[in-house]
């Protein structure tokens, strides 16, 4: 089965470029989704098919894909920026999400 | 207003049945491709069953295949996910997401969750 790796923890100075990645199999093929889940509550939407941002989603979240990873970046990261964000793709058949990456904003 | 509402979890036994629901008001349900995704307690996202707009598409997650059963009542605005035989692994939130167009487009809104556990 298809599976998307992520770094369990990132470390973000506040104002800083944060970078979370999401590996797969040619990955750049498919389309990637990213999710923001802060404790307690359920996953929102931040990033959809690739580079998109749901109306609402503050322009420093921004998305790329190619090759085999896919990156999630927030620039001037902010401390309500601190959460677990989830990589998210579909395989053709499963939808399939990677492991979690939470983002620590020191 | 957009809201999505699960409701149904319960304690059960191992073993047991409990059906979920989700209410969805403030989008056009009756074009929207529904998902149940699961979260185990301190864990991540797992994708469990989908079905399109008509019901005529629907997939299940290996975990639970055989054993759940996803549906729609498009008149009502509500999707459901009927659980049979539970086992202790399926402890966990219970999310009902809408997908933005199909699967590969992403899934937002969410629901606020239902939890579900099951312990002898």
């Known amino acids: 089965s298809y599976a998307l790796i992520q770094p369990p923890s990132v470390s973000v100075s506040p104002g800083q470029t944060a970078s979370i990645t999401c590996s797969g199999d040619k990955l750049g093929d498919k389309f990637v989704s990213w999710y923001q889940q802060k404790a307690g509550q359920s996953p929102a939407l931040v990033i959809y098919q690739d580079t998109r941002r749901p109306s609402g989603i503050p322009e420093r979240f921004s998305g790329s894909n190619t090759g085999n990873t896919a990156t999630l970046t927030i620039s001037g990261t902010q401390a309500m920026d601190e959460a677990d964000y989830y990589c998210q793709a579909w395989d053709g058949t499963a939808v399939v999400f990677g492991g979690g990456t939470k983002l620590t904003v020191l | 207003q957009v809201q999505l509402v699960e409701s149904g979890g319960d304690s059960v036994k191992p073993g047991g049945s409990l059906r979920l629901s989700c209410t969805v008001a403030?989008?056009?349900?009756?074009?929207?491709?529904m998902s149940w995704i699961r979260q185990a307690p301190g864990k991540g996202l797992e994708c469990i069953s989908y079905i399109n707009d008509v019901g005529t598409t629907i997939f299940y997650a290996d975990s639970v295949k055989g054993r759940f059963t996803i549906s729609r009542d498009n008149a009502k605005k509500s999707l459901f996910l009927h659980m049979d035989s539970l086992r202790v692994e399926d402890t966990g939130v219970y999310y009902c997401?809408?997908?933005?167009?199909?699967?590969?487009?992403?899934?937002?809104?969410w629901g606020q969750g239902t939890l579900v556990t099951v312990s002898s």
């Open positions: 403030g989008l056009t349900f009756g074009d929207s491709y």
């Open positions: 997401a809408r997908a933005v167009w199909n699967w590969n487009t992403g899934f937002g809104p």
